[in-house]
């Protein structure tokens, strides 16, 4: 019986879309995570009667076709780029972007990943880095006896360095955009690699150009909304309860259909 096959993709659809869900409440804590939504589509028709077929020798036309659907499929999980709210931190290095823009860091296999997720750390030679240790791009070295860490809206970072009463400028912060975000590769860790989708990274200043200003002592906390989850958890447990009813009432109606053969 072909309904038996269908509500199977429905059941193995909401099976995907509740794992989506179950990820985005994982990380409601994770610093600059962004949600993901599975998306749909229907799958192919079998044409029993087409539309718009002649009926008749008097040329009479079929207004409406029969068709029969074999059910769903999962289209893509994409991520929704919306911002997150601040946290204030009171962290010198805890560095939060309002607006468009992504960190650029530099991993170990000599890759460009990006990230939104600002708490950063310095390392034993003094190097602005991620919490995993991977350098923030372009690098940034602070010297043994600074002091006072500031990071403006642009993006530029003063240090007093000894004994001196001026800060000292070392560094300036870049941020990258893209033109399709959504289709950056995320591989843990709050990274994410370009794509072919996503497009090439565009490289530029904070505050400016459309780029969004850095907020020092700040985290963007992930834009995760745990009402909108659960409605949304609930919605797909109802799904998957009605498709699992159609495997049911296929099966009570295939068992009727073999007790007429006794």
Avoid: W
Avoid at 41 to 70: H, K, V
């Amino acid at each position: 019986m072909r309904a038996l096959h269908t509500a199977a993709t429905g059941m193995m659809a909401q099976e995907l879309n509740v794992q989506v869900i179950a990820n985005n409440m994982a990380n409601m804590r994770t610093t600059g995570y962004k949600r993901q939504r599975a998306e749909f589509q229907d799958l192919l028709y079998q044409q029993m009667r087409r539309g718009g077929t002649q009926t008749s020798t008097q040329g009479n036309i079929l207004p409406a076709g029969l068709e029969l659907g074999a059910g769903v499929k999962t289209v893509g999980t994409p991520r929704i780029m919306s911002q997150g709210n601040l946290l204030p931190t009171e962290k010198d290095l805890d560095v939060a972007i309002r607006g468009e823009g992504f960190f650029r860091i530099l991993l170990p296999d000599g890759r460009t990943a990006y990230t939104r997720d600002g708490s950063f750390e310095m390392d034993a030679q003094g190097r602005l880095t991620t919490a995993q240790g991977n350098v923030v791009q372009p690098g940034i070295t602070f010297p043994q006896n600074a002091h006072d860490i500031q990071i403006n809206v642009q993006g530029q970072v003063y240090a007093t360095v000894g004994t001196e009463t001026n800060p000292t400028l070392l560094g300036q912060i870049e941020l990258s955009m893209f033109v399709n975000k959504a289709g950056l590769q995320a591989i843990g860790d709050n990274l994410y690699l370009e794509t072919p989708a996503s497009g090439p990274p565009q490289n530029g200043t904070p505050n400016t150009d459309g780029y969004g200003d850095l907020q020092q002592g700040n985290l963007e906390q992930a834009n995760v909304e745990p009402v909108k989850e659960i409605s949304d958890l609930i919605a797909a447990q109802r799904a998957y309860e009605m498709n699992s009813k159609v495997i049911s009432a296929c099966n009570e109606m295939l068992s009727a259909t073999a007790n007429l053969t006794r």
